[in-house]
């Protein structure tokens, strides 16, 4: 596996597609009418896909456990990631694709296609892995998005954490919404997670309780977890408990570009501070700074990630994280 000096290697599997952003859309169209939109936009996106180009952009290297399909859109979004990472498998499919149709208030209603990631097997995972060395880190995002890859992921995260490779999940939301089944099967993998990193709707979601408040709603969710929860705050940035205490690393005020991707880039500079060995406080702070500068960004910037690293190892505490 590529590595960068004796670091500890990252791998990031899961889900890619392509968004196309059209809009705004107003009036919404009638059925059988044509609509012209200003705005046009089609980019990498899905778990996997907003993870890497965060990754590239802060310049840190990862393993990517990836598919697109068969198609010209699958070779586009091959291309895109060609100079920094190793090249997806083909899945003989269309590539997945999102529209996201954007309304004048800026709320977005999307249209997906499963495509590629209906068929997409979780072997290269399993394979990844098995070649990993103990000490690497391995975040699996988009999993409800991989209907192949749902049911084995208990196993093959329990797999990962008996060979000492340290696990994170981000499973988003699950498009059948949080039956018990759904709950259940994510328990199953929570059991063999080292850090999970769900948002407040999520997490109340799994736990079936739309009000709680984010200390509630992680001791709540603490004994069904192996390791730690981060949980994204949106503009209140990120939550966890140190120790007893519930901390929160606040999030920068901003203007707002776009926040497509913003739980996603937060996953990847997390992960770049735990590979190194960033006190955890620092952690998620480097990593509630480094989505907040992306969302507040038009066209999408990353800070160079040396330079976060250095800022928040230098002053852990006062980088930002503090007692909620
Ligand atoms: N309005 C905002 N102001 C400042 N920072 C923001 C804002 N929205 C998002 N962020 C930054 O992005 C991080 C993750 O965002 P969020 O909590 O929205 O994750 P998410 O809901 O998982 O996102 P996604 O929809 O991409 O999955 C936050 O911790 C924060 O650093
Ligand atoms: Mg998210």
Redesign the pocket.
């Known amino acids: 596996m590529p590595r960068g000096g004796d670091r500890p290697g990252l791998i990031v599997a899961g889900n890619a597609s392509i968004d196309l952003l059209l809009g705004p859309v107003a009036p919404w169209p009638a059925v059988g009418t044509e609509a012209l939109v200003e705005r046009i936009a089609w980019r990498l996106g899905g778990a996997l896909g907003?993870t890497a180009l965060a990754l590239h952009g802060l310049g840190v290297h990862a393993e990517l456990v990836w598919d697109v399909g068969d198609d010209e859109a699958g070779q586009g979004l091959a291309a895109l990631l060609r100079a920094a990472f190793e090249p997806p498998r083909i899945q003989r499919a269309p590539t997945s694709v999102t529209v996201a149709l954007t309304h004048p208030s800026g709320e977005r209603t999307f249209v997906s296609h499963l495509g590629h990631l209906a068929v997409s097997e979780p072997d290269a995972l399993a394979a990844a892995i098995e070649a990993a060395a103990p000490g690497d880190l391995l975040l699996v995002g988009g999993t409800f998005l991989l209907p192949r890859w749902r049911l084995a992921l208990p196993e093959l995260f329990a797999r990962a954490r008996e060979r000492g490779v340290r696990t994170a999940l981000d499973t988003?939301w699950p498009t059948e919404g949080w039956t018990d089944a759904v709950r259940a099967e994510t328990f199953a993998t929570l059991a063999h997670v080292d850090l999970f990193l769900p948002?407040l709707d999520e997490v109340r979601g799994l736990l079936g309780d739309e009000d709680l408040a984010p200390d509630a709603a992680l001791r709540a969710l603490a004994p069904r977890v192996a390791g730690r929860v981060v949980v994204?705050?949106?503009?209140d940035?990120?939550g966890y408990f140190d120790g007893d205490r519930f901390a929160t690393a606040p999030?920068?005020p901003?203007e707002?570009a776009d926040?497509?991707?913003?739980?996603?880039?937060?996953n990847a500079a997390i992960l770049a501070g735990l590979r190194d060995d960033l006190p955890w406080d620092a952690a998620v702070a480097a990593a509630?700074e480094v989505?907040?500068q992306a969302?507040a960004s038009s066209p999408r910037r990353y800070p160079e990630w040396g330079s976060v690293r250095r800022a928040h190892s230098a002053s852990p505490t006062a980088a930002g994280a503090r007692a909620g």
Do not use: W, Y
């Open positions: 907003n988003g948002n994204k705050l949106g503009p940035g990120a999030a920068p901003i707002v926040t497509v991707g913003a739980g996603d880039t937060f509630v989505a907040s969302v």
